[in-house]
């Protein structure tokens, strides 16, 4: 039972190279999440995808973009990694409304 | 005026006591309300919701709400240290698609 599941776990990037975070989930959920968590802010949403074919922008989508994939897969992409992007990345999916999220285990990204 | 606010702590009590975590949020409007529990370096784990006036209780852990004080406290009874984490307070607003917006956490200690 798989749930939420992240890759990568761990990345280092330089200043100015890309990366694609991947997430999938087997739950049947119809929205899926992205957060950060940094030190001393909690966690704040980048991007949500309330259904298939549809993505909005979250508190800090500066930066980034989304693809929803499938039902069952949400990436988050960097197209030019800054030092600001260090950061705990979580990917999260729930049935939406007013149900709880269920998140992946993180990918920790630095950037030099 | 912060949207979820939670009291950093850290909040230190000895094994077998009560734990009390308090959170506040600003928006009447909220329908939903979670607690989960982050051990460091992990992801967050959904622990309870709540969505209706009054006590909820699941084994040692009791969610409470008060919506016209706009508050919502998590009891720990019979506290274990394996329960020293970081707690997140999440509510969810109305009309919001299911966005979470959290607090940035109490840190607990249950000292043996």
């Known amino acids: 039972n798989a749930g939420v599941t992240q890759t990568p776990k761990f990345q280092v990037l330089k200043t100015g190279q890309s990366m694609t975070l991947q997430c999938a989930q087997d739950m049947n959920h119809n929205s899926m999440y992205w957060y950060r968590q940094d030190p001393g802010m909690g966690l704040r949403l980048i991007y949500y995808?309330?259904?298939?074919?549809?993505?909005d922008k979250g508190e800090v989508p500066n930066g980034y973009n989304v693809s929803r994939l499938n039902k069952r897969e949400f990436s988050l992409r960097l197209e030019s990694a800054a030092p600001s992007q260090t950061s705990v990345y979580f990917c999260?999916?729930?049935?939406?409304?007013?149900?709880?999220?269920?998140f992946g285990d993180g990918t920790r990204l630095s950037i030099l | 005026q912060k949207e979820v606010e939670q009291n950093s702590g850290p909040l230190s009590v000895p094994e077998g006591a009560i734990a009390s975590l308090n959170c506040t949020y600003s928006?009447?409007?909220?329908?939903?309300f979670f607690w989960y529990r982050q051990y460091s370096g992990k992801s967050p784990e959904l622990i309870m919701f709540i969505y209706s006036n009054g006590d909820k209780e699941d084994g040692r852990f009791t969610a409470q709400l008060n919506k016209a004080s706009q508050y919502v406290s998590l009891l720990i009874r019979d506290s274990q240290p394996s329960d020293s984490a970081t707690y997140l307070c999440?509510?969810?607003?109305?009309?919001?698609?299911?966005?979470?917006?959290f607090g940035k956490g109490t840190k607990l200690s249950v000292k043996p």
């Open positions: 999260a999916s729930g049935t939406g409304s007013y149900q709880p999220q269920h």
């Open positions: 995808s309330a259904s298939e074919g549809t993505t």
């Open positions: 999440a509510v969810i607003k109305e009309g919001s698609q299911g966005n979470l917006i």
């Open positions: 928006d009447r409007g909220s329908q939903s």
